[in-house]
Each structure stands twice: as structure tokens, then as C-alpha cells.
């Protein structure tokens, strides 16, 4: 049965506004929820019915597809209500227990959505054990958690720790929300629903894999998370390594979330680790500096609202990986994602060997391109296997084409990331969230470059905004001949 009570902490705030408001109205709209499915929204604002009604009905509007269903937005306004309380409140947690109590229309399977600053979700756990809301005597209690989960490996452990007293693993979903995205899946279907590829999916063929995460806009009205956080953290360690392991594990014995989740961290334990004297040959950082984007002036980092003048947080990182097993050893892997970059992208791109032979040395060919295989995640949701070609004519020229596969049709709308993962949750799937192995393996990763980088705090590159960044992080390359591959479309011959 997945009638559920959705009690969202930091109702009020700019996740549950842009993302889970949205998300449970389109799961509405799509007839997701049961009859008795139930949301309840908690914030420390004294909103009355008419307020929050018209609250949700702005954020929604705002991102409903194809506008706003006045008949689905009634069905979705009559699920919802609102709770007044804070957080830090160790007695409001008593009230919560007894409203959800006293109120038989809200269904005993709870999913406690903290919408909420990491740093309080250790504490919440403890209000929410206390106050006996953990309790699986009626129906099941499921807590989902947003990134970042810790801010080092160190503190990492502690939390986990922390919340380990009051909850199970089973009743955790740790979101990454890129898991989400219908194209991050596809990484898996691609390599195991097709047979073409998989023989080729390794060292023999495989020259280099690239990650790639790039946006236009800055840093924004987040400069108070960002700041202490950083691109490393805020993209590298979460987003970054899960695509990562989708493109690289074994195939898995099945798509049972522990099985799955095995196959991860085996990716992430192989991972070879960074030793610091190695840190500036993998990896690479730099902050933004004043610039043009889509023709617009924009400030650098250092300009924005709530910087500290003096910070060397990075807003573009890079790292070159390798992982030490018998498909990948020697594979040089690039990640890559910076914020004001010149054009906003998230893409996988895996370069191929040379031919092991050079046939048409004595034309006007001069060197074979390699062959790229392509995985747009967004905006272009598309995956593209690029090809040589002879060109048209009497000379022996040769050119780059590709076979697309385009994952949508043009009347198959796409969904957001959160309403696959808000519905998993009630329906108790983990296969899309992390475990915590994952996320701690996952901070073994980063962590030496995390150390190294604190303790040089006297200087940080930059790079214009509005451009891919920095010449210098070319040093990660492991060949002359690698290059960033910043485009979907066929490079120049
Ligand atoms: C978030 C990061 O997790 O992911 C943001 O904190 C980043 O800094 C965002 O912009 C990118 O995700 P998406 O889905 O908006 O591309």
C-alpha cells in the first residue's frame, strides 16, 4: 500500500519551491499518488490556508508543463497542508506527533523530506527519534536527505554515525538528484540493453572517458552554502562520481537496488587514490572572474553578494582519475564542472583508440580521427556514436558524422528528476539513492585534494566568465593530443 504522508521540513524554502512543490504536482497530474496520499508542509511562517494556497499555486505556475491545470492543481491544493514549527524546536516534534496522530486522514506511512540545511539533519533525526515519529509500530517511516552529505569524509562518518542511532540504512534515501534524470538512467541502458557497445566498453578500446557538468550562471543567491562548499563538493563528489560509476561498473546480476549499489562502490573502491604529492598533477581549480555571458556583463565570484573578498573557493574544478581494475586500469578519466562557463552542459564523452593502423598516411588525410561516443544528459538529451566518413569528391578526405539516437520524441514531454525520485520513495525503491558505502568511498575520492587545497588559501587561478575555463587545466592531460570536448556536434577535421 503506498498511501503516504509527505512531511516536508523547509516547506517554506527554495528546494521545496522550485523543486518538490513542482514535482508532487506533476506526480499528481500524472495520477501518481493514491487517494489518500497526503502532504504536510512545515516552516517556521505564519501562513494561513489562503496564503499557502496561493504560495504554492506561484511556484507550481511557474514550472507546471504546458501551464497550470486549475482541476489538478484543486485535487493537489486539497492534499496539502501546513504545520507551524521550528526546527530547532525539540517541542514542536511532540506537537507534530500528536497532530499526525489525531488527524486520521493523514496516512501512518511517513517519508520526512528534509528540505533543510545539512547541518541540521543530524539533529532532526534526534527530535524526530525522540519525539517517537521514528516508530514503525504503524506503517513505515522513511527519511530522504539531500547533498551534500557531510562536508569531508570526516564529517561524513560522524553524521552517519549521528543518524545511524535513530534510523536503519533501509530507512534512508540520501538524494543525489542527477540519479533522477531519465538521461543519467539511459547511461545503463545504453551499455546493457544494446550488445554492440559492451565488447568495446574497455581498455582495449577506450582511449579516455570525460564528465563534463558546465553552467552559464554564477553562483547567485547561494554564496553562503557555496562559499564553504565549493565545485569540488558541490558537484564533483556527488554527480560527477555516480555518473561515473554508471559508465563504468560491471554489468550488474540485476537491477535490485543492493546489487546495483554493490556494483557502485566496487567502481568507487577502485578508484586509485591520490597521494599528496600528487595532487596538482590530477587535479586542477579556478574561480571566476568578471565577464560576459550571452552577451550580458556578469560579475566575477569575488563581486558576488555574500563572497568574502579575500575567498579561494573554487568554482571550476577538474580531476583526472584512475581506476585500478581489469576493464579500466590505465584509462585516464576526466571530471570536469565549473559555474559561468560558456554554455551550460552535462555530458559524458568517451574518446576511442586510433585505428592500430594509419592506412590512408599517403593521402591528404593526415592523422584518423577518433571515434567519440557521446552521452548528452542535458540540455541535449541525445546520444551520438561519431563515425569517419570519406568526403564526397575525387581526393581521399575524411570527415567526422554520427548516428543519432535522440532519447525523446518531440511530443514526449520530459520529467524532472524529483518526481521520479519523490515517487520511489514512497514506492521504497533505493536503486536511484545512495548508500552510504557510496558516499563515504565517494569522499575518499576528493578528500587529498580537498586537504591540499585548504591549506593554499594564498592564491586560485582565473578564468574569464562565459569561457570553459582556464588553458592551464590542460595539465591534467595525460596525452598531447587530449583536448576538452566542450561539444555535442563533430569537431572540425
Ligand atoms: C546541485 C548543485 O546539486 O546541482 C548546484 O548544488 C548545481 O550548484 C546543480 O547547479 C546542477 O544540477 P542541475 O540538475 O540543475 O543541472
Partial sequence: MNDCTYVIFGATGNLSRVKLMPALYHLEAAGKLTAQTRILAIGRRPWNDEKR????????????????????????????????????DSEMYHRLKEHLDNRSDLPDNIAFYMAIRPAEFGVVAEHLSHADLLDEGHGWKRVVIEKPFGY???????????????????????IDHYLGKGTVQNVLVFRFANTMMEPLWNRNYIDHIQITHSETLGVGSRADF?????????????HLLQLLTLVTMEPPVSMEAEVLRDEKVKVLKSIRPIPPSAVHAHAFRAQYTEGS????????YLQEDKVPPDSVTETYAALKLYIDNWRWRDVPIYLRTGKRMAESQSMVSICFRHP??????????????????????????????????????LEMRTRPTSLD???????????????????????????LFLRYDEVEYAWRVVDPVLRIWS????????????????????RLFEKAEHHWRHSMSPEDT
Fill in 53 to 88: 494556497l496561493s504560495e504554492v499555486r506561484e511556484w507550481v505556475s511557474a514550472k507546471a508543463r504546458g501551464g497550470l491545470d486549475e482541476t489538478i492543481f484543486q485535487r493537489f491544493a486539497s492534499r496539502l497542508s501546513y504545520f507551524r514549527g521550528d526546527l530547532t
Fill in 152 to 174: 569531508d569524509l570526516e564529517s561524513a562518518q560522524g553524521l552517519q554515525k549521528r543518524i545511524g542511532r535513530y534510523l536503519r540504512e533501509d530507512q534512508l534515501y540520501r
Fill in 226 to 238: 557555496y562559499d564553504g562548499a565549493g565545485a569540488m563538493r558541490d558537484m564533483i563528489q556527488s
Fill in 293 to 300: 555571458v550571452d552577451g550580458e556583463k556578469v560579475p566575477g
Fill in 356 to 393: 592500430p593502423q594509419q592506412f590512408f598516411r599517403d593521402t591528404q588525410v593526415e592523422r584518423m580521427k577518433q571515434n567519440w561516443v557521446l552521452l548528452g544528459i542535458q540540455p541535449s538529451e541525445c546520444l551520438k556514436v561519431e563515425m569517419t566518413v570519406k568526403e564526397p569528391g
Fill in 405 to 431: 539516437a535522440s532519447l525523446r520524441r518531440t511530443h514526449e514531454a520530459a520529467t524532472d528528476a524529483y518526481e521520479e525520485l519523490l515517487l520511489d520513495v514512497i514506492q521504497g525503491d533505493r536503486s
Fill in 455 to 474: 591549506t593554499e588559501r594564498d592564491f586560485i587561478p582565473g578564468y574569464t566568465a562565459g569561457t570553459w575555463g582556464p588553458e592551464e587545466s590542460r
